[in-house]
């Protein structure tokens, strides 16, 4: 490839150049932006904003621009490289077929994959239905109480019950988990690397040897175990229980349509991935985890919870619940550091319960588990001894050492992909994907590739797939009317339409989400990702069946090397908290390689995310909170004082920037200098990336360690709250220590820490989407859209400032890519709050900005590069408009309870109702602009009650007549 970076003519773009497409406001827009803000080019504006010490002067060596034509027609050619092989591998990933419905309608929607975390409830009830539908699901067939909206991986998910265990259960003394061998290899290792970091005690061996005394916690079983047998664990969780302690299961939905649910056997926790629900494989991701347990742990729960509750008129609502669990409240004593989950794939494998109800997922069960019985009964006819009776979808063979040789010769001649478990034994899981025509090639394949003499008819006719009492479900799940009203493809195209109808999305309008970065997801980037060639591979099949992905991987490190100025990168975290976690351990690993171990002391400024302090705890961090000062920015001298008085242990700092006001501090390298003076390293958090590419280095101002939101920066979309990507930078001293895997060796040194996700490259099937950006873009293109996202921000907060102060400012009064509208001072003359204003906006058609991060009683509005300059004016008018509607309140006008904001949102049910008491009119309501007389959009619930469904937690499908609207006295 040439590496020529071409300049981008203003005049003379190109046709099919993509960069005026991604970047919203156009040059001569800009002109005119300029000039509001007092500056005759991009250039001297950007000058004025980026202090200079830290300014990054060259042009981002990732290529020339590319239209979508060129770039997905080299992409082709690398997705060529990738073989798709029949895999038989199982592990937690499985072939799935995934409902064409769904897949065009969800996975390929933007009006499904571009929504936000549904933080602003009223506007995001089809997604919270979709997902409340999930939880029900995974409630039903896990046999538990109550469950989250998703978690990131299996793996993970496992860590996650382990410190859910850990908290209710654990102490210095009680602080053993015993994990049974027959886990999956990758969930063993996540549990391990995380157990460590935490001084958890972890006992890996067989189950049946268990040795459960008081010092034990919890324990850790896979149900069907990784070679598809089936155990009975009754007596196993009862000693459990006797001690105190917790039973963890990692399980498998489709194998709990047929089997005893855990929960009915003694359970506390299951976890697993819904992915065989119809999401594909992508080697190795995105898909959802699912986590279940019982209610009396329901404070403790990591990652969403979806709960109903209901609005101001007494009607149901869904929102997310018990937020207060979470992170952004409880910081370094939260349950969790989960964040960014995997919404859109919750969604997915939900709909695919409700497409195909308990019927159709029992029958697609019992289909798969008929294959592995024929597929057993013919191995055995073969000579085979199967070394379990009791299994669902895999089965364990004996070959001999010999016999394995001549076996993978012919599974390779039949491009088909087998596990070997051990020298001399094999595993072979199949699935909904299986047909009558694999399982005689398997057949072949085992007696190394010659002809059997027997055929599929034949041996499934004396085949007895029915389960031994002990196992045997006899539960009914699914019986809510939603898992049996859309088995006709037109009923769910409209329920799936139904639900889209009610949530603002960017198809809507701007999400202006200070810190969470809402840009143009392009349909380029979007197309790869369900090509077959990134879609369908297992993660672990032989890596040179994935030469694609592997360019793509080195292509995509090397760009991210390149943006962050780093030495090395690691794709494996799946999300920037994950990414705070994976390189927070790194750090530890670098300490405790040069004897340093000690060193676990981690400064976090008081304005930091609430991720970081939360990752802190989870990678074996003690917190020091270091003060901000009255302009926003790290307060030098109380940061300075704490890194002396540590001096002796402090491992890391961890600082956003620019800093989560948003404001490029200038003092940042006399900050990392400190930090390194005294043996710390500089954890950068890099969810404000899309203020620094091609503008300005973390690795040039001496941090350490920095993580990327590719869901953020790099155009992935937020899928309503997931999938996201959180790969980390690093610099020299520290890539010895990135992540590794132990099934598939991505970074195989022995120094590797990890691994921190279940797969060895995590998402892998979303990163061609940040792939094709950064190569449509070209290094002066990335640079232009970061320009042009300050210049966006600043123009709002122009705009905006003699209507609403503009909290923090950096150089010359200019703000980053956000900027904070202090909204704290309506209280008083209006009765006025933050919330009234992001729940008035969505009457006039948007969603609110971040509320209350970083400043409690705020707005933060980031409006990226790729909204227009005419959708930046909309939004500057809502903002105007609402001054003035609090402006009637304060001159008493307008009624100070009773008036547009207080009673916002208004829904279409509200403002055509037959009775109208309200002291301002339906048209002030609903139509407060021009555009919202063209373009409305109604939110589908009023304001909701977020206290009363904490109270009343029901975060399954509720029965039905919960629908009926209930007094609001009640
Ligand atoms: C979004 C964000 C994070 C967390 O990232 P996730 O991908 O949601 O885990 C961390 N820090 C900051 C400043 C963020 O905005």
């Given at each position: 490839m040439v590496m020529v970076p071409r300049t981008i003519s203003p005049a003379v773009a190109a046709v099919d150049s993509f960069i005026p497409r991604h970047v919203g406001p156009s040059r001569s827009e800009q002109q005119q932006m300029l000039a509001a803000l007092g500056y005759d080019s991009l250039d001297a504006f950007i000058d004025a904003v980026v202090p200079e010490q830290i300014r990054f002067r060259g042009t981002l060596n990732t290529g020339p621009e590319r239209s979508e034509a060129e770039v997905l027609a080299a992409l082709r050619q690398i997705a060529a490289r990738n073989q798709v092989y029949r895999s038989f591998i199982g592990m937690g990933y499985h072939g799935t077929h995934t409902p064409n419905v769904i897949l065009r309608n969800i996975m390929e929607n933007p009006a499904w994959y571009t929504a936000y975390t549904p933080y602003q409830a009223e506007i995001a009830q089809g997604r919270l239905e979709a997902l409340l539908n999930y939880q029900t699901m995974v409630i039903d067939l896990t046999g538990l109480e109550i469950a989250n909206a998703s978690l990131l991986d299996e793996g993970t998910a496992a860590a996650e019950a382990m410190a859910l265990a850990f908290a209710a259960k654990g102490s210095a003394t009680k602080n053993v988990l015993l994990v049974a061998a027959d886990c999956h290899p990758q969930t063993i290792a996540v549990v391990a690397a995380r157990a460590a970091a935490r001084g958890v005690t972890v006992t890996v061996g067989d189950a049946r040897e268990f040795a459960v005394d008081e010092r034990v916690f919890g324990v850790l079983l896979q149900?069907?175990?990784?070679?598809?047998a089936i155990v009975d664990y009754r007596a196993l969780t009862e000693q459990v229980h006797a001690v105190g302690g917790m039973a963890i299961v990692a399980s498998d939905l489709l194998a709990l349509c047929l089997l005893t649910p855990p929960g009915e056997w003694g359970a506390d926790i299951v976890v697993g991935n819904s992915q065989r629900f119809g999401v594909p494989m992508g080697y190795g991701g995105p898909h959802a985890a699912f986590f279940a347990t019982r209610d009396e742990y329901k404070r403790l729960l990591p990652g969403r919870i979806i709960g109903l509750s209901r609005d101001v008129e007494g009607a149901p609502a869904l929102r997310m619940a018990l937020q207060t669990r979470e992170q952004h409240i409880r910081r370094e004593k939260a349950t969790s550091n989960v964040c960014t989950a995997q919404v859109l794939l919750s969604v997915m494998a939900g709909m695919y319960a409700v497409y195909h109800g308990p019927a159709g997922l029992t029958q697609i069960a019992e289909r798969v588990h008929a294959r592995a019985g024929a597929l057993a009964a013919g191995l055995e006819r073969l000579g085979f001894a199967i070394t379990h009776e009791q299994y669902f979808d895999t089965i364990r063979v004996e070959v001999g050492a010999h016999g394995q040789q001549d076996i993978l010769a012919a599974a390779e001649a039949y491009r088909l992909n087998l596990r070997?478990?051990?020298?001399g034994t094999m595993t072979v899981s199949v699935d909904e994907t299986t047909t009558e025509q694999d399982i005689a090639d398997l057949w072949q394949v085992f007696n190394s590739g010659a002809a059997v003499d027997f055929n599929y008819a034949d041996v499934a006719a004396d085949v007895d797939t029915r389960y031994d009492e002990r196992f045997r479900r006899v539960s009914p799940f699914l019986t809510h009317p939603t898992f049996h009203r859309y088995h006709s493809e037109t009923e769910m195209l409209r329920y799936m339409y139904a639900l889209q109808a009610r949530d603002f999305s960017l198809v809507h309008g701007m999400i202006p989400l200070g810190s969470c970065t809402m840009k143009l997801n392009a349909t380029a980037e979007m197309i790869p990702v369900t090509w077959p060639e990134f879609g369908?591979?297992?993660?672990?099949?032989?890596?040179t069946q994935a030469e694609g992905y592997a360019q793509l991987f080195r292509e995509l490190e090397h760009d991210l090397a390149e943006v962050t100025g780093f030495a090395g990168v690691s794709l494996q975290p799946n999300a920037g908290s994950q990414g705070e976690y994976a390189g927070l351990l790194v750090i530890r690993a670098y300490h405790a390689a040069r004897g340093e171990a000690h060193r676990t002391v981690c400064l976090i400024p008081q304005s930091a995310h609430g991720t970081n302090p939360a990752s802190a705890v989870m990678a074996g961090f003690g917190v020091v909170v270091v003060k901000t000062d009255a302009d926003g920015n790290i307060d030098v001298d109380d940061l300075r004082a704490k890194a002396e008085q540590h001096a002796a242990n402090l491992g890391a700092l961890m600082v956003t920037y620019p800093s989560t006001?948003?404001?490029?501090?200038?003092r940042i390298k006399e900050i990392t200098a400190i930090i390194h003076e005294h043996g710390g390293q500089v954890y950068m958090d890099g969810a404000n990336m899309n203020a620094m590419?091609?503008?300005?280095r973390p690795g040039d101002l001496g941090a350490d360690v920095c993580h990327l939101n590719l869901h953020k920066t790099f155009c992935i979309p937020h899928g309503g709250g997931g999938p996201g990507m959180g790969p980390i930078g690093v610099a020299a001293q520290l890539v010895p220590f990135l992540p590794t895997h132990p099934v598939i060796a991505s970074h195989d040194v022995s120094t590797a820490i990890g691994p921190v996700s279940a797969a060895p490259w995590g998402s892998a099937s979303i990163l061609p989407i940040s792939y094709v950006y950064i190569k449509m873009m070209g290094g002066e293109g990335l640079a232009y859209a970061t320009k042009v996202a300050i210049l966006n921000a600043n123009y709002i907060a122009k705009q905006l400032e003699g209507h609403y102060p503009v909290l923090y400012r950096g150089q010359n009064g200019l703000v980053a890519h956000e900027c904070i509208l202090d909204t704290r001072g309506l209280k008083g003359a209006a009765g006025i709050e933050a919330e009234d204003l992001a729940k008035r906006l969505m009457d006039y058609g948007f969603h609110a900005p971040t509320?209350?991060?970083?400043?409690?009683?705020t707005l933060m509005v980031e409006p990226t590069e790729s909204e227009s300059k005419a959708e930046l004016d909309r939004f500057i008018e809502a903002m105007i408009g609402m001054r003035e509607e609090i402006a009637a309140i304060e001159r008493g006008e307008a009624d100070r309870e009773d008036n547009v904001l207080k009673n916002a949102p208004h829904t279409a049910t509200h403002c055509t109702a037959d009775a109208w008491t309200h002291p301002y009119t339906r048209q002030q309501a609903a139509y407060p602009t021009a555009w919202t007389r063209d373009r409305k959009f109604w939110p589908t619930v009023r304001r909701v009650e977020s206290a009363f469904g904490d109270r009343n937690l029901v975060c399954a499908c509720p029965p039905i007549e919960e629908y009926a609207p209930a007094p609001v006295s009640a």
């Open positions: 149900y069907p175990g990784t070679d598809g070997v478990l051990e020298p369908q591979l297992h993660p672990f099949a032989p890596r006001h948003g404001v490029f501090e200038a590419v091609g503008v300005s509320l209350s991060f970083p400043v409690a009683g």
